[in-house]
């Protein structure tokens, strides 16, 4: 039964984490990942580890809701909405996963696995608290240290404000097709200026010499800074179906167009269709994702290497 | 034994369901408004079941659907752990707080999904401000339930139950309990902590919800209370102890007080702005739990 029940959750584990890599939206990656998590907290509770197992549900659920909202506030196409992959460095992502796969396969079959049942009575909890905090105290502590680190680098990270400006200073998203205008909403407050294009560039004064680079001959229309920031907000029409260029999510300026930027704050689930397409065809055959990277020359800036 | 067990929790959950709703009903006399009978949320849930369900645009019908379901789930799994008696739960986890900081990590997570899932403006907005808010509460509630186990020198719910013989948590812990209502207050989405819903943001999470599916919901909500009062109950009011009656009616009169008490809180305290909310977590209320996690310690040693 306990054997059965492994085994089930183990599948499970194996399943939704392959789901992480075939599903484009950025929430519903991170969730799939959590349940794989959770199949494995499973194991862990059936194979008499309580407190790892239990504690790994808690940290994992905490850690992926964070993990998803970072990712739609960093990544460049976190609803899959975009015309390009998420799956990329396939050479070097196939070759790392061999390596640990073998690593992990050599650990289990090397090593001396205990056979022998925990005797009933054994107070599991109290053995692993001595440990953490007596003979794994280095490793517990490093862990510890190297958490706190990652955490101030994600709050720095996500900061709008910064030594070298606002972090959204001329950033705009990608096109919905490759090489199309930039998604997003219109400025309401830049007069006809934005009007009457396809989209708007989306350059800012001040970054118009150094954004030039990015955006090759793409230009589309023009606004100044202050439209844009008055549109660090939130919009709505995030949420929608199928944003057309008036109706994408709220759109950001950073003139550092490497760094991504918050492109997009709002992202419903709702691009089935695309999400589906994308899914059994990454690259090859949906046809507006002929070429992603020829998308990322034209001027988005993004090498979508963050994930 | 364990059938039955299961079977008396699942009753009781059912009727702190239905208490919890009439105390929602009857709050509003408080302020000079009509109290409603006993009777009134099985009319108002009836009312809601023949009604047909929206559809929205390309929702993600899977989480949709699961969204209530996951939350009711979570709210059983967490009363599960809670003593109904002395040394007697449905399930004896040596680790029982940590089993019930899963369920509210979860239960965040739920209530972010069933914003996300429709697929429409307002329940994402209710989604992303709840899920901001919702993670920092994690932090109090975490430092609350390990002062609380701290005398008890247990993760386990019976553990502390048993360590409050001399005296309850709420006498050693003053500010436990205020601290862990601030939680129960987001996990039930109620008051000053109900980023999820509001009529700021049209109804934020449930906006599209109707029939069966809002019904759900709300009887989710109603169960978290119950599970979220259980818990309370039995971390810093002692649980099943007391004299002459049987603990089980014990935990019962006690759950029902909290329910009563984060009722009463979710209507008298106001709901400020989701920035503010979240400044008042952070720079507040969390070195207020830190600390009160250091006092704790000092005096249980």
Partial sequence: ?307 | MSVLLAAGVLVALALGIWLGAWFDRLAPALEGGRAAGPMAPLRDWAALLIRDQAETEAPDRMNRLLAPAWYLALAAIGLSVVPVAEGLALWHSPVGIVVWGSCEALIVITVFLHGWSPNAPFPLIGAYRYAAIGLPVMLPSMFVLIAAALPAESLSLIAIVDSQRDSWNLVRQPLGLPLFLVVGLTLTLRGPLDFAGGVDIAGGTSAEESGAGLFLWQVARLATLVAFSALAAAVFLGGPLGPLLPGPVWLALKTALVMALTVLAGRLIARTTPSRMLHVLWVWLLPLSFAHLAVSGMVAL
């Avoid at chain 1, 194979?47 to 808690?58: C, D, E, R």
């Avoid at chain 1, 930039?182 to 200026?193: D, F, L, Q, V, Y």
């Avoid at chain 1, 560039?201 to 100044?224: K, L, Y």
């Fill in chain 1, 1 to 307: 039964m306990t054997d059965l029940a492994i085994i089930l959750l183990a599948l499970f584990g194996v399943w939704t984490g392959w789901r992480v890599f075939r599903v484009d939206s950025m929430v519903r990656a991170s969730f799939a990942l959590m349940l794989s998590f959770i199949a494995t907290a499973g194991i862990g509770l059936l194979l008499s580890a309580p407190y790892i197992g239990v504690a790994t549900v808690f940290m994992m659920a905490v850690e992926m809701l964070v993990m998803a909202i970072f990712m739609v506030m960093f990544m460049m196409n976190p609803a899959g909405l975009n015309p390009m992959s998420m799956v990329h460095q396939h050479r070097l992502s196939i070759g790392a996963g061999v390596v640990a796969f073998a690593g992990l396969g050599a650990a289990v079959l090397l090593s001396d696995l205990p056979d022998s049942p925990v005797a009933p009575g054994t107070d599991v909890v109290a053995q692993l608290g001595f440990e953490l905090l007596g003979p794994s105290m280095l490793i517990f502590e490093t862990a510890g240290v190297t958490l706190l680190a990652t955490m101030l680098g994600a709050v720095i990270l996500s900061s709008r404000q910064g030594r070298f400006g606002m972090a959204d200073h001329g950033s705009r998203p990608p096109g919905l097709e490759p090489g199309g205008a930039p998604a997003g909403r219109r400025p309401e407050k830049g007069g006809g200026h934005g009007h009457g294009h396809g989209g708007h560039g989306g350059h800012g004064d001040g970054g118009h010499g150094r954004a030039s680079d990015d955006h090759g001959g793409e230009h589309r229309g023009h606004m100044s800074d202050g439209d844009h920031e008055g549109h660090a907000g939130y919009s709505p029409d995030g949420a929608m179906g199928a944003p057309g260029p008036e109706h994408g999510a709220t759109h950001r300026t950073p003139a550092k167009s490497e760094h991504g930027g918050e492109h997009r704050t709002a992202h419903g689930p709702g691009h089935a269709p695309q999400d589906q397409k994308a899914a059994d065809a990454p690259q090859e055959d949906a046809a507006p994702n002929a070429d992603p990277h020829a998308h990322h020359r034209k001027g988005t800036g993004h090498d979508g290497d963050d994930t």
